[in-house]
């Protein structure tokens, strides 16, 4: 009987737990959202995630979809732990000098991780960024902060186009009437 | 026999005449219409842009609410949605320059077309963090060139009205990381768009204008005692 009321209560915290955890950030979310803001030292010199990334992360955790139980919160440390081991043991302090061995485990780890809550890796090859997406959309991404925000010369060789089509409709209309002689 | 005229020589009359007229009423033609042109051409940019991993519907959770209401000096982290990539959440406005445009949370190519993006590395207003708000330089803006140094920027979000006073402006390469500190613990709000203004073409320019806050609710996570 004392177990079956103890499951029962267990139960009911479970549950306020994770409505609570509906508002901002509550433990899990912060003990993952710490673990990435962790400093490790390489090879005497101090290195962290970019700042950047961080807030990105911490603006997906306050959202009220996001809910992380406990379980969850230990399986994306663990992965984040393992990332972290690789950096260390290779002894660099930036990722491009990572050998291709170490960046394809550290990816893995950053799957792992986003697996967890349902989350996708997308790796653009173009670019070389990478994209964690929740049903598709965009929670955090590599991609530059500052965006193209002039026109681009595709829209124009879009509208000269369209200004030569008219034209030349313009002229087979008229060679048609006669209003150009032949 | 004597040489023909300048005028009387076909070849004027009939390429190079025409060719100067013709792009003499180009020129007086661009000055006219470049305003609409701009728009015109943002809008062709909707089927040449790549629009990655965002959809043309993007979605809104910004309402049109009782202003007045929203003047409060607290606002509980518990009460705020925190929007997703490409939720048109906030407005943004700079009366000095008429500007009045949609403020989205992300900004792809897709989401400026529509507005003004902030980059989801930085904060929401509110949070005493640095926010980076970019916009079309032939659309939302194009006024920033005649921003001065005092003028006032508000975003008016769901849950509060926030005012910043601009300090100052900077033209930087899109590559100078420097334009731009998202790590101060400072509530700065950083607008750009690309440099030199009206300018058809990419260019790695951009113009930065820089406000610092001056009113709106702060953000706190527990209730105050």
């Known amino acids: ?182 | 026999m004597s040489k023909p005229s300048f005028l009387g020589n076909g070849v004027a009359v009939y390429f190079y005449l025409p060719l100067l007229l013709c792009a003499a009423g180009y020129i007086v033609l661009m000055a006219a219409v470049f305003p609409l042109l701009s728009n015109a051409l943002s809008s062709l940019g909707l089927f040449t842009s790549d629009g990655a991993f965002i959809t043309p519907e993007t979605k809104a959770i910004f309402e049109q609410k009782d202003y007045g209401a929203l003047n409060v000096e607290i606002v509980y982290e518990k009460d705020i949605v925190m929007p997703t990539y490409g939720t048109h959440y906030a407005r943004l406005t700079i009366p000095s320059l008429s500007v009045a445009v949609d403020l989205y949370y992300g900004d792809s190519s897709a989401v400026l077309k529509k507005g003004v993006g902030q980059y989801i590395g930085s904060s929401l207003p509110g949070y005493g963090r640095p926010l980076l708000v970019g916009g079309h330089n032939n659309g939302a803006f194009g006024g920033l060139q005649h921003v001065k140094t005092g003028d006032i920027v508000t975003i008016t979000t769901n849950y509060g009205i926030y005012s910043y006073r601009v300090t100052g402006v900077k033209i930087a390469d899109c590559f100078d990381k420097s334009a731009y500190n998202l790590q101060q613990e400072k509530e700065q709000l950083i607008l750009y768009t690309c440099y030199p203004f009206n300018t058809l073409g990419l260019t790695d320019k951009r113009f930065f204008v820089y406000a610092d806050k001056v009113s709106g609710p702060r953000i706190v996570s527990e209730p105050l005692e």
Do not use: Y
Not at chain 1, 46 to 70: C, H, M, W, Y
Not at chain 1, 112 to 132: E, M, P, Q, R, W
């Open chain 1, 1 to 182: 009987m004392k177990k079956v009321i103890a499951t029962v209560i267990c139960m009911v915290l479970g549950a306020v737990s994770l409505t609570a955890s509906a508002a901002g950030l509550d433990v899990n979310k912060n003990r993952v959202l710490n673990r990435l803001k962790t400093e490790i030292s390489v090879a005497g010199k101090s290195v962290s995630l970019p700042g950047e990334l961080i807030t990105q992360a911490e603006n997906f955790l306050k959202r009220d979809d996001v809910v992380i139980t406990a379980k969850q919160a230990d399986k994306i440390i663990s992965h984040i732990n393992s990332a972290i081991n690789i950096v260390k043991e290779a002894g660099v302090t930036r990722i491009s000098e990572l050998n291709m061995q170490d960046k394809t485990a550290i990816l893995d780890n950053i799957r792992a991780a986003a697996g967890v809550l349902g989350l996708k890796v997308s790796i653009n090859s173009t670019d070389k960024t990478i994209t964690v997406l929740k049903d598709n959309v965009p929670v955090a991404t590599t991609e530059a902060a500052l965006k193209i925000t002039g026109t681009g010369i595709s829209a124009i060789l879009v509208m000269v186009g369209v200004c030569v089509a008219l034209i030349i409709g313009c002229f087979a209309v008229s060679w048609k009437v006669r209003l150009i002689a032949k």
